[in-house]
């Protein structure tokens, strides 16, 4: 009987090893891929590959969740299929050729050095990035020269090279399905929005019948699974014991973000429309109940097929052991002697980490699936062959880290890009730097104009729900008769205002619409009189850099921002130095029921249960803005 190597290397690439036995293919094989050693044991069993679906749990909670999660999933598919259809069948290879041209206008070119040129794409991405203008703003003028003229070297460019590249990968006697594909495929030549310059080509997962080429199997010419993984794998880095001042920096901000599980409606609000999303509550509520079952969620989670190709890949999981790799919101120790903080922990880091590993697992099987088909049909074909495989993640390192980062963008925990090295600066100055990167990072162009088809769709799919669900919440609050402003310079824009509670269902977006608009208007909007101020008119008149001012130091973190108000106290911004103390070290839902208790106390039963899921929510009235919470009153 052969060994598992051998079938698996038969079975993925048949009549190619014809002429040898298994026992010269799996020498072969083992001489390029000594890490494949454990596999030539003899053996009917293969090893899970992203075709076969791991055995998932029924049970009542599956069966209750299932309506909940196909119908937003249903809606941002269908939204996703109108914006980015992706493959067509109807299409030649001219029509893909002048496609991928047209792609390869708006996303630019991959090379680097002095002939690489940036598409429109980038530019938009550049205009609506708050780092990118921050950049301009301090460059001058010249800053936006050099983009422009860029775009002109593309339009000039692109065709020619989008073309050649489309035209290389589909051959006309498959031009019924290829067509389709070099359109997708062909803007790809063009693409610059990822920092990929010198990453290798090749697989990253382990299963050697997910090797990137079946020519390569037996050669010299590509670099082992693992090296490759190493390669594109992003070092996270690890920190010791926590020092004194790091625990009391972060005290304030572990306190106030704990006793609730606000992980579903806060981080993990961009994939509700996915299975995952409704299957990980059963998880978070099991840890919140004991240590036991938390212990049991990250096991599971570890032993999924897929977590070292997406640990590899980059999805971004963290735990309670070491400070550096937890949440943003959590990383403290000491808030954890406090009886319930440690609970509200456990459940908010295993649901984020279930619901990542559980959805990369499914991107990942799915797009194999796809790709598999094409190739299963192509025969001979190896133009097609190659054109499905760098549709496929375990083909495509490049691919497969697009769409971690994706989860990672989508759950709150986004990437920092060149600020990385200062993330402990930036962690210790901001309440959460990550998840202002993910919400960035989800509302910026370059994502839905310049990653791969499939990556795109999981973007547009994942802000149609996100938009559906707010909108829906809103419109069915508006009936019954709630207030919704429709306003979009109103900090009130598109929340639920009952009397004089407010609940924000938009998972951390709505503020930077809200930022957006009062820029582009040049004007606020009271959320208490109604009352219009344009920029610059009057006295004390908010204008822009105020404004992006204020915004910025509302991301401060609690010990920061109260430094900050209490240098900037006046006349205007009142500050009782005892009341801002005490609300250091109370959680925010608590301040969240003293509010409304004051205000609007037959709200109470419809309010905690909001805010304790992650919903945003404040509680107050034209006379009681600003006013003290606990002392001073």
């Known amino acids: 009987m052969p060994g598992q190597l051998a079938v698996k290397i038969r079975e993925k690439f048949p009549g190619q090893y014809d002429d040898m036995d298994d026992a010269t293919l799996e020498a072969a094989i083992l001489k ?12 009917t069993e293969i090893a899970p590959t992203p075709t076969e679906t791991p055995e998932e749990g029924g049970g009542l909670w599956q069966t209750l969740t299932d309506p909940l999660w196909e119908g937003p999933q249903d809606f941002a598919q269908s939204i996703a299929d109108y914006i980015d259809p992706g493959p067509r069948t109807d299409i030649g290879p001219k029509e893909a050729m002048v496609r991928g041209g047209l792609a390869g206008m708006i996303g630019g070119t991959r090379e680097e050095g002095p002939d690489r040129w940036r598409g429109a794409g980038g530019v938009l991405s550049d205009v609506t990035s708050p780092i990118e203008l ?70 990253v997962l382990r299963d050697p019948t997910l090797a990137p080429k079946a020519d390569d199997i037996v050669t010299e010419a590509t670099k082992p699974v693992s090296e490759v993984v190493e390669e594109v794998a992003e070092e996270v880095p690890k920190a010791g014991k926590a020092s004194t001042l790091t625990e009391v920096l972060n005290l304030p901000r572990a306190l106030q973000s704990s006793m609730d599980i606000s992980a579903p409606m806060r981080q993990g609000l961009g994939l509700i429309h996915t299975k995952a999303w409704w299957t990980s509550w059963d998880d978070m509520l099991k840890s919140f109940g004991s240590e036991k079952a938390y212990d049991n969620v990250m096991d599971t989670i570890r032993q999924n097929p897929m977590f070292d190709m997406a640990e590899k890949s980059g999805v971004k999981f963290t735990d309670l052991r070491e400070l550096s790799n937890r949440e943003e919101a959590i ?14 922990n456990r ?41 499905a495989q760098d549709t496929d993640p375990a083909f495509n390192p490049r691919l497969a880290n697009d769409l971690a980062q994706f989860v990672n963008n989508a759950t709150g925990r986004g990437d920092l890009g060149k600020l990385e090295k200062n993330a402990q600066l930036l962690n210790t ?21 310049g990653k791969p088809a499939y990556v795109r769709r999981q973007y547009v799919k994942s802000m149609a729900a996100l938009t559906g669900m707010w909108t829906s919440m809103a419109g069915m609050a508006g009936m019954a008769g709630a207030e919704v402003s429709l306003e979009p310079t109103s900090s009130d824009f598109g929340k639920i205002k009952i009397g004089n509670t407010r609940i924000d269902p938009a998972g951390g977006f709505q503020q930077y619409l809200v930022l957006f608009n009062r820029l582009r208007k040049q004007e606020t909007t009271s959320s208490t009189s109604g009352n219009v101020r344009e920029f610059g008119e009057g006295y004390n008149a908010p204008t822009s850099l105020s404004t992006i001012g204020r915004f910025t130091t509302n991301k401060f973190q609690p010990l920061v921002k109260f430094a900050w108000d209490a240098l900037n106290a006046g006349e205007d911004a009142p500050f009782n130095a005892l009341d801002r103390t005490a609300q250091l070290f109370i959680p925010m839902i608590m301040q969240d029921i003293i509010e409304v208790s004051r205000e609007n106390p037959e709200l109470l039963p419809l309010t905690i249960p909001l805010t304790a899921v992650g919903m945003g929510g404040q509680t107050y009235g034209k006379d009681s803005f600003g006013e003290p919470l606990l002392i001073g009153r």
């Open 32 to 43: 390029k891929y000594p890490d494949y050693a454990d596999l030539t044991e003899e053996s």
């Open 331 to 344: 990383m403290n120790t000491w808030a954890e002697k406090v009886p319930f903080v440690r609970r509200s």
């Open 134 to 203: 921050g950049g301009m703003a301090l460059g001058g003028a010249g800053k936006l020269v050099g983009p422009g003229i860029d775009i002109l070297k593309g339009l000039g460019k692109a065709p020619i090279e989008e073309a050649a590249g489309a035209q290389k990968l589909l051959p006309s006697p498959h031009h019924r399905f290829t067509g389709g594909v070099g359109r997708v495929e062909g803007g790809r030549f063009g693409n610059v929005m990822e920092d990929v310059a010198g990453k290798p080509e090749g697989g």
């Open 347 to 387: 459940a908010y880091t295993a649901f984020l980490n279930k619901l990542r590993m559980d959805h990369y697992d499914t991107l990942v099987r799915d797009a194999h699936t796809a790709a598999k088909s094409v190739i299963d049909s192509a025969g001979d074909n190896q133009a097609l062959i190659k054109a």
């Open 429 to 449: 100055t901001f309440y959460s730097p990550r998840f202002i990167a993910s919400r960035v990072q989800m509302m910026n162009p370059k994502n839905y104009v």
